[in-house]
């Protein structure tokens, strides 16, 4: 964690001493969280504004702020300052409370419930909320447009890269093949191809877009591309097994919901014993690409990172 120590964090106060895995990520979520309000944009009644207001209403609903964690300790740790990778992290912040909104829709996976509290829908109404998911997905494209320098143009590459993870190829590309695999059985390929869109798309952008933020060589680009498809590929299977494992109060949305709406998971293709394996091959995915970052880079807040979000915290 030496690089830490060296002044990288700007976001982190000063008093704090990043001597642990939970300091560092607190201090990067306070981090973000400072940030948010002012990306997020206000709006006057008179304009239609209850739209911010109910866009507000999810982005503030609580969340570890996973992918803009991630977007700032992978900046971090190339040696980019954190105020050029914040408004890019903020972004896909902006988009991931976006496809909870719509996701939870009547319409789409149709839930009650978000962070244990109901959802925008359930508050707003329902056009309301699909508006304010547009409007944060609008509002990310202004942030990143705002972030691009004509003069780096890798500003640009990694505002592309995130917009892409966001899209047809991406993110919503895997929510529409989720859609269509209901009450259905998908092969395996298949199974892997929509958790890789529909989650881990938006997981891996966060690393990828720091990469092109430092230039960093090719093979530090790969590793951080393996490193963010793995992960995303293992939260999406962590999620079909606690769907079936936990319950309701405890993950703060509704619990066997893929049963209820027949779902094609990794538990209903495979078992909860195989899906709890294969959980642990694409964590030691995870790992094994940091191996190969670890020579040059300090990567040890990436390791207590993957260990914490599948239950490896020792």
């Known amino acids: 964690m030496e690089q830490w120590r060296r002044g990288r964090l700007e976001a982190m106060p000063e008093q704090v001493v990043p001597h642990d895995y939970q300091v560092c990520y607190q201090a990067w979520q306070d981090r973000i969280e400072r940030a948010l309000p002012g990306y997020v944009g206000e709006q006057d009644q ?5 739209v911010v207001e109910a866009a507000r209403y999810s982005l503030f ?19 980019q300052p954190v105020e050029r990778a914040l408004p890019f992290a903020c972004a896909i912040e902006l988009i991931h409370t976006y496809s909870l909104i719509h996701d939870d829709l009547p319409c789409m996976d ?34 990143l447009i705002d972030a ?4 780096c143009p890798e500003t640009l590459a990694a505002a592309r890269l995130i917009s892409r993870a966001a899209g047809g190829r991406g993110m919503i590309g895997g929510q529409v093949l989720d859609m269509m695999a209901e009450r259905q059985k998908p092969d395996a390929p298949s199974l ?14 966060p690393a990828e877009a ?24 293992a939260f999406q299977i962590r999620d079909d097994i606690l ?18 709406d027949g779902k094609s998971t990794y538990v209903t293709l495979y078992g909860l014993a195989e899906a709890e394996k ?27 990172l993957t260990r914490f979000l599948f239950g490896r915290m020792s």
């Open 243 to 260: 769907d079936v494992t936990s319950d309701t109060a405890i993950l703060g949305k509704t619990a066997g919901k893929d049963d209820r």
């Open 148 to 151: 691009i320098d004509p003069a």
């Open 46 to 50: 008179a304009e239609g504004g209850l």
């Open 192 to 205: 892997e191809r929509l958790h890789r869109m529909k989650t881990g798309a938006l997981l891996s952008a």
């Open 110 to 143: 149709d839930d009650d419930l978000r962070r244990g509290r109901p959802t925008c829908h359930k508050i707003f109404g329902e056009a309301m909320a699909v508006l304010a998911g547009d409007y944060l997905l609008n509002r990310a494209y202004e942030v």
């Open 210 to 233: 720091a990469a092109l933020l430092a230039c960093t060589g090719e093979d530090a680009s790969e590793s951080l591309s393996a490193f963010g498809a793995a992960i995303g590929l």
């Open 278 to 304: 294969r959980l642990d091959q694409a964590t030691c995915e995870a790992q094994a690409a940091l191996d190969r970052l670890a020579p040059a880079h300090d990567v040890s807040f990436l390791r207590a």
């Open 61 to 79: 609903a609580g969340g570890k702020r996973i992918r803009p964690v991630l977007c700032l300790a992978v900046a971090a740790m190339l040696g």
